[in-house]
């Protein structure tokens, strides 16, 4: 009643002011938390409860709901045949397809970088693969490879093999997806190692071409340590894709689940069974490994210089 | 004389090489969508289609909702390319341009995020969005597929924003206007190639992905193209020439993405030089 009325106050800053016109570091912390929001919700959060999960028992299917059951998941997974088959599956992609798609991902790169009068229809030949679906790269292959139409098994016949029934065997399934993975991975590592390529000055070339190097030397001295920053990079996430191999696997079904992978193996306990219990533990083996992945080759990095 | 025309033919080789890599997969399904049952039973197999028919496309839309995936598909990846955009702008711009403590450890804990695997975070996600009655919906895959290309995008607008020069953005505070003001009108618009760079590859990583898209939208009205795309297969048939006019389908949109912006998105993935 007896206060001054508004208008006669010093001027202040009302919140709409603040909001509207804040200070910088305000500004800073308003404009990341979304971010922040979004990271804990969708990843932090569901990593936790990842981690809770697996040293409880919740098969929704049986009712259980969370049971404190210490490390028995764990204890489970190491007497698990069907578990260490998926990681013994998911290492084999691992280890050919990540050396196959850099070899062929730089073989690509390098023919790329030939002196071409348009480079637009190369350019469109290495981003086709990169932005097609890994599903619908797995259907494709899953043609190729048919055992009685497939174009392989024609081209095996027309150069004098004996056609194979792909599908029928875990080695044969196992070869198929690799080639497929590769196909799909390789164009995306060429785009990166085009691009380190295009960085390295042709007057390096020059100087060795002048002290009589021969194109081997060339290949070997210059090209190959100068390409190592960009290949790492791509190489790490490479591995943590083959890591998580699902959708081509998943689309090339060998015989029964002989070939399924770690990342099958968790969604079929999680989404068929429900048993997110088991499901998490599975994931946090996964995690373990992606992050012992990242570790090693951080620490390649940092000795290397 | 003769080494030039040797290094011409090289060349042609060279491109030969990468141009029937990339895109004979394709090719031989555009091929294969135009054949006959007839003609796809005959052995040896044909290459070129004899008698090219349109029934398969026919088929394609009649068994399955074709449009519907399509859709689908679109509608998700559009919504989680303008949430991720959102987003990431913000966060890039506080990174590159304002005053922070510890900008380069924020960068770091963004980028981190893609080194968890999206296979782990399935099962919570899972239950989460049970518990939420989130099954089944566009947003069950528009939340999760920010966080797989926020921290690529995050890092492009990094890269954008710092080589905008600041004297224009105090230029128009002087003129009045608040920061956020000049954000919006002055960076926004300098930085627009990077937020479509930034998009274009989020739109590509929602449209691809497949896993969280199986597990969360079973029912057709939801799912998705890659997953809809494997249902053309019964228990025992694989009617390939029908996948095959589907997969053509499907692919045209991503090829004509690819097709428009083929040089902002090398420049992307070569920034980022992430995700594969």
């Not at chain 1, 097609?132 to 490879?145: C, D, E, S, T």
């Not at chain 1, 068929?272 to 992945?293: E, Q």
């Not at chain 2, 033919?9 to 135009?34: D, E, K, M, Q, Y």
Request: proline fraction near 6%; charge should be neutral; glycine fraction near 4%.
């Amino acid at each position: 009643m007896n206060a001054a009325p508004r208008y006669m106050e010093a001027p202040r800053r009302s919140w709409l002011d603040r909001v509207s016109d804040p200070s910088e570091k305000v500004l800073a912390w308003m404009l990341l938390t979304p971010a922040i929001v979004f990271m804990t919700a969708i990843v932090a959060y569901p990593v936790a409860t990842l981690i809770w999960n697996s040293f409880h028992d919740v098969r929704l299917l049986a009712g259980q709901s969370g049971r404190f059951v210490g490390l028995e998941n764990f204890a489970l997974l190491m007497q698990d045949a069907q578990f260490w088959r998926a990681v013994r599956n998911t290492m084999i992609i691992v280890l050919v397809t990540v050396p196959g798609s850099l070899i062929a991902g730089l073989a690509l790169a390098m023919l790329a970088n030939m002196p071409f009068k348009s480079r637009g229809p190369i350019r469109l030949a290495l981003l086709l693969p990169w932005a097609m679906p890994l599903a619908f790269v797995g259907l494709i292959f899953a043609w190729f490879f048919h055992s009685e139409y497939g174009i392989v098994n024609d081209l095996l016949v027309r150069m004098g093999f004996e056609p194979r029934i792909w599908f029928n065997s875990p080695t044969l399934t196992m070869m198929a997806i690799c080639i497929a993975t590769i196909w799909k991975t390789s164009s995306f590592m060429a785009l990166i190692l085009l691009a380190g390529l295009q960085t390295i000055p042709a007057s390096l070339y020059e100087a060795a071409e002048v002290d009589g190097a021969s194109k081997w030397t060339q290949f070997t001295q210059i090209t190959l340590p100068l390409l190592v920053p960009s290949m790492l990079v791509a190489l790490i996430f490479r591995t943590l894709t083959a890591i998580q191999s699902f959708d081509i696997p998943y689309s090339m079904p060998g015989p029964g689940e002989e070939t399924q992978t770690l990342a099958m193996y968790i969604h079929m306990n999680a989404v068929d069974y429900l048993d997110l219990g088991y499901s998490s533990a599975l994931a946090v083996c996964m995690f373990i490994l992606s992050i012992a992945t990242t570790w090693i080759y951080l620490r390649y990095v940092r000795g290397d210089k | 004389m003769n080494s030039i025309f040797t290094a011409k033919r090289l060349r042609w080789f060279a491109a030969a090489i990468v141009l029937a890599n990339g895109f004979f997969p394709a090719l031989w399904i555009l091929l294969t969508s135009f054949k006959t049952e007839v003609e796809l039973t005959a052995k040896p197999i044909t290459y070129f289609p004899h008698a090219p028919t349109m029934a398969n496309y026919m088929a394609a839309f009649k068994d399955q909702p074709l449009p519907q995936y399509l859709l689908n598909s679109l509608i998700v990846a559009f919504g989680s390319m303008v949430v991720t955009l959102f987003i990431s702008s913000l966060a890039a711009y506080a990174i590159a341009r304002l005053q922070l403590p510890r900008r380069n450890l924020i960068l770091t804990c963004i980028i981190a995020v893609s080194m968890f695997p999206l296979v782990t975070l399935m099962v919570p996600l899972f239950e989460i969005m049970r518990s939420l009655n989130l099954l089944n919906s566009y947003w069950a895959l528009i939340f999760p597929y920010t966080v797989l290309s926020l921290p690529i995008c995050t890092l492009v607008l990094v890269s954008f924003f710092q080589e905008i020069p600041r004297d224009l953005e105090n230029a128009a505070m002087i003129d009045g206007c608040t920061r956020l003001g000049a954000l919006w009108r002055v960076v926004v618009p300098l930085a627009a190639p990077g937020v479509f760079t930034a998009g274009i590859l989020s739109f590509v990583n929602a449209w691809d992905e497949f896993l969280l898209s199986l597990s969360f939208n079973s029912a057709a009205s939801f799912r998705t193209l890659p997953v809809g795309i494997q249902m053309y297969q019964g228990e025992f048939a694989f009617p390939w020439p029908t996948i095959s006019a589907a997969l053509v389908i499907a692919m045209i949109p991503v090829v004509i993405v690819i097709l428009i912006f083929q040089e902002r998105v090398v420049s992307g993935l070569t920034t980022g030089g992430i995700k594969g």
